[in-house]
């Protein structure tokens, strides 16, 4: 059992590592070395990073990748990915190659809403709820109106505020469903401080709303939160080429390909166990643009899968289709994501991988991040229904074996260059290493 302390968080980072040597590591120096080897020399840039979230002992690093070639609506770009699954930007490279000789991705913004809710409980004559939320409307907007002057300069700020009788599911609970556009910020702090702001609103009106009984002034908040389901904040992406311009072997026809494409992804659409797995492979792709981009990923995937579900049964993300000897690639998902606030100025890799994208707006970011999904599912599904996806995984995971044997560069060539024409299995890596070393 792990010990207990109090004001931990006030101690130092160098004895609040001291206290976790002492207290989980028997005063292992190796493990407080390993703490410190990852600070950075740069002192402001290890602050900085530090003073991200609390407690900080250390950093913990991801790869920052990047996968080229990318045309996007006639546009090409190069994507940052922050990823640590080995094949994902390998595959992500290729499907853009593959595609950028066939007109490349195509990617439209459908909507750009967000929403906020007040969860609350009224006890009273739902009728006269509704009075009061038309009749203190103004009086809603004008209290968020300091909060939302800067997001109104922009073009953004509060669309819509809607009472929501949801007394069906919980007895006397009521939502003040509110919906907003936030331009290129994600928006979370902005939506969350006009939502607390309308609850207070909603709470002082109500103690002096003459129309109310005692008990009906009485609103009792419940929360006031963001929702991460964006179902309005929806992009699109997609590709298309004539059947024949598919890959094609000596085991498969262009024309087979397709169609077998197609039925791969038709079985993610009504089967929720394959739906998971094939969606899971297009958030890699999202992820790793989201992440290094310095956005929410949780947020984003939580979103995604939500929204996968929004007609009672979890379905696949993206869609095929042949149409008169067209084969459609498609994906459809709502993501919230901004290229203003947050750590889009303050993470120097995340500065970085906005420029590397050319300063997209949140619009622009929404498109190139829809296509990283929908090139990583495509990478996938052609290895599934070709190859399968072993091949391509173990050639990637080889350089992860070798590492973890401690390979030497020398030792790394002669065997990268023999699992070029052999198969890789864990056991015969380790078998060659072992022949090697002997
Ligand atoms: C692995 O991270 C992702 C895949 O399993 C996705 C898929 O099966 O479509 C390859």
């Known amino acids: 059992m792990a010990a207990e302390v109090s004001g931990f968080s006030k101690l130092s980072k160098t004895d609040k590592i001291k206290w976790l040597a002492e207290h989980h590591f028997d005063s292992d120096q190796e493990a ?227 169609e077998k494409f197609v039925r791969a992804v038709r079985i993610a659409e009504v089967e929720p166990y394959r739906a998971v797995t094939h969606n899971k492979g297009i958030m890699n792709g999202i992820d790793a643009v989201v992440l290094a981009t310095g956005n929410d990923f949780r947020a984003i995937e939580a979103g995604a899968h939500a929204y996968a579900s929004r007609n009672g049964t979890y379905t696949s993300l993206t869609h095929a289709e042949i149409n008169n000897d067209i084969f459609t690639f498609s994906i459809e998902l709502p993501l919230a994501l901004g290229t203003v606030g947050g750590l889009t100025s303050l993470h120097p890799l995340v500065k970085l991988a906005l420029q590397l994208l050319g300063k997209p707006n949140s619009s622009q970011l929404m498109q190139i991040t829809a296509v990283a999904g929908l090139a990583q599912n495509f990478a996938a599904i052609n290895s599934l229904i070709t190859t399968g996806i072993q091949q391509g995984h173990m050639k990637m995971h080889l350089m992860n074996i070798l590492n973890q044997f401690q390979a030497t560069a020398s030792e790394k060539e002669i065997l990268i260059k023999y699992f070029e024409t052999n198969t890789v299995t864990h056991s015969e890596v380790v078998t060659q290493i072992e022949k090697l070393r002997s």
């Open 32 to 258: 407080i070395n390993t703490l410190m080897t990852y600070w950075n020399e740069d002192h402001q840039l290890q602050q900085l990073h530090d003073e991200f979230t609390e407690n900080t002992i250390s950093n913990y690093y991801l790869p920052f990748s990047v996968a080229p070639n990318f045309l996007i609506n006639d546009k090409r770009y190069t994507l940052p990915m922050t990823i640590e699954e080995s094949s994902v930007v390998a595959a992500a490279s290729k499907a853009a190659k593959f595609w950028q000789d066939r007109g490349g991705f195509h990617a439209e913004v459908i909507s750009t809403t967000k929403v906020g809710q007040v969860h609350f409980m009224f006890v009273g004559d739902a009728k006269k709820l509704q009075e009061f939320i038309v009749d203190i409307q103004n009086k809603l907007l004008f209290s968020v109106a300091p909060i939302a002057k800067n997001m109104e300069k922009r073009g953004g700020g509060v669309k819509s505020l809607e009472l929501v009788d949801k007394t069906s599911d919980i007895e006397n609970y009521y939502q003040l469903h509110c919906t907003f556009e936030t331009v290129d910020a994600m928006g979370a702090n902005f939506i969350n401080s006009c939502l607390e702001q309308f609850a207070n609103t909603i709470k002082e009106e109500a103690n002096t709303y003459p129309d109310f009984t005692e008990e009906e002034k009485n609103i009792d908040i419940v929360m006031s939160i963001l929702s991460n389901y964006v179902p309005q904040c929806l992009v699109k992406a997609s590709v298309f080429c004539k059947v024949d311009e598919l890959p094609n072997t000596t085991t498969l026809s262009s024309r087979a390909y397709a």
